[in-house]
């Protein structure tokens, strides 16, 4: 069975840094590309970084809105995937799911993990 | 305002069938490449879940009351034999090509009356 579990979401002050972690089992990670979507309070779903596998170079992919600011990383030695979101705005206010991808769709999602970005 | 155009809202009896639209452009479900239509179905407070993926096809395990479709700029979810289960956010989801980006519809809150 595909797991993923997210973790370290929490309060944080506009400007400031955050990691989150998403520990995944249940299938092959490390031939996984793996991305992070966002989903405000009361809205929709947006997507907010890929990170593809070693095999296929490994390389990041990110939206405009947070380009610059959020980078998505890997271990493949202990299964997890990572997300880290600098100087955050309060628009960045959201559950952040970690997610399985297949290319273009999203096959597998973690419960999510709330981050709140508030003075 | 999202990449890909969704109703807000639709709603039907028990029964019915009800679709619900996801509106692109040549540079996201119209484009040459042909990028997929993927659908997603959420209820309140949970995670969503692949619902139709590639256009028109189930993973295991969703019944076949719904099912996918896709012509030129635009796609479809249909449900069929409307349940109070069905009840819940419905999302298209896509690549576009102009933004190097995934994107997902607005989302479309499904109410059964």
């Known amino acids: 069975e595909v797991q993923l579990v997210e973790s370290g979401g929490g309060l944080v002050k506009p400007g400031g840094s955050l990691r989150l972690t998403c520990a995944v089992s249940?299938?092959?990670?490390?031939?996984?590309?793996m991305s992070w979507v966002r989903q405000a309070p009361g809205k929709g779903l947006e997507w907010v970084g890929r990170?593809?596998?070693?095999?296929?170079?490994?390389?990041?992919d990110y939206p405009a809105p947070v380009k610059g600011r959020f980078t998505v990383s890997r271990d493949d030695s202990k299964n997890t995937l990572y997300l880290q979101m600098n100087s955050l705005k309060t628009d960045d206010t959201a559950v952040y799911y970690c997610?399985?991808?297949?290319?273009?769709?999203?096959?597998?999602w973690g419960q999510g993990v709330l981050v709140t970005v508030s003075s | 305002q999202s990449v890909l155009t969704q109703p807000p809202s639709v709603s039907g009896a028990p029964g019915q069938r009800v679709t619900i639209s996801c509106t692109g452009s040549?540079?996201?479900?119209?484009?040459?490449?042909?990028?997929?239509v993927h659908w997603y179905q959420q209820f309140p407070g949970t995670a969503p879940k692949l619902l139709i993926y590639?256009?028109?096809n189930r993973p295991s395990g969703v019944p076949d009351r719904f099912s996918g479709s896709k012509s030129g700029t635009s796609a479809s979810l249909a449900i069929t034999g409307l349940q109070a289960e069905d009840e819940a956010d419905y999302y298209c989801?896509?690549?576009?090509?102009?933004?190097?980006?995934?994107?997902f519809g607005g989302g479309t809150k499904l109410t059964v009356l």
């Open positions: 997610t399985v991808n297949d290319w273009i769709r999203f096959d597998y």
């Open positions: 249940g299938f092959t990670f490390n031939n996984a590309w």
């Open positions: 990170i593809k596998s070693e095999t296929d170079g490994g390389t990041t």
């Open positions: 040549s540079s996201n479900i119209g484009a040459r490449a042909g990028y997929e």
């Open positions: 590639s256009n028109s």
């Open positions: 989801q896509s690549y576009d090509s102009s933004l190097y980006s995934l994107v």
